[in-house]
């Protein structure tokens, strides 16, 4: 087999465990946001994205939408991406998704939730050259029962953490946070 068909399998594959998450998220929760990107990577990314896929069928792991009553969301600031984004990451062996965003949350802005369900599924599409796969991007909702924050991540990829009302325009998943919180916070 050559590298471009090992590839070419690799990202096969992904696509046919991200159906498979996919469709497990969406009939076990009700009345979340989807939403899609589309990213373009080197190929070097793609091999990286396409073996994190194969393995649980998301790419970045979970997330969770930590708000409080007042509307504001709680951001913490990814230094390697440059912008504030949702706290997350990737499950550990034999955790779920719930349980992977709920220690990211902990571990990112130092604050726990009484999570409400899926608030937001992505789909992420990936091309690189010729090739093209695609993940998941499942996002819970938590309303958070303590409101101050601390960073306490272990991979020293977060610099702060943050409550917003007023989103930050380097706010990763900006508009699909917003439509989230109109229709969620009304």
């Known amino acids: 087999m050559t590298t471009v068909d090992e590839l070419w399998y690799r990202a096969d594959e992904a696509a046919q465990q991200a159906e498979q998450t ?58 390697a991406v440059g912008l504030w984004v949702l706290p997350g990451g990737e499950s550990h062996d034999g955790e779920g998704f719930a349980e992977a965003a709920r220690r990211e949350l902990a571990e990112e802005a130092g604050i726990e939730g009484d999570y409400d369900g899926l608030g937001l599924l992505g789909r992420v599409e990936f091309y690189s050259g010729d090739h093209s796969t695609w993940g998941v991007l499942p996002v819970f909702e938590a309303e958070a029962r303590s409101t101050d924050l601390e960073v306490r991540d272990p991979d020293d990829e977060i610099s702060a953490a943050n409550w917003f009302v007023d989103l930050p325009e380097d706010t990763r998943d900006r508009g699909q946070l917003l439509e989230w919180r109109d229709r969620r916070l009304g």
Not at 27 to 50: A, G
Not at 52 to 72: F, K, L, Q, V, W
């Open 22 to 79: 996919y469709h497990r998220l969406s009939e076990s929760h009700e009345d979340f946001v989807e939403f899609q990107t589309r990213k373009h990577v080197s190929r070097r990314r793609f091999r990286t994205v396409t073996e994190r896929i194969r393995g649980n069928g998301a790419p970045y792991g979970a997330h969770t939408i930590a708000y409080r009553s007042d509307g504001s969301l709680a951001l913490v600031r990814h230094d």
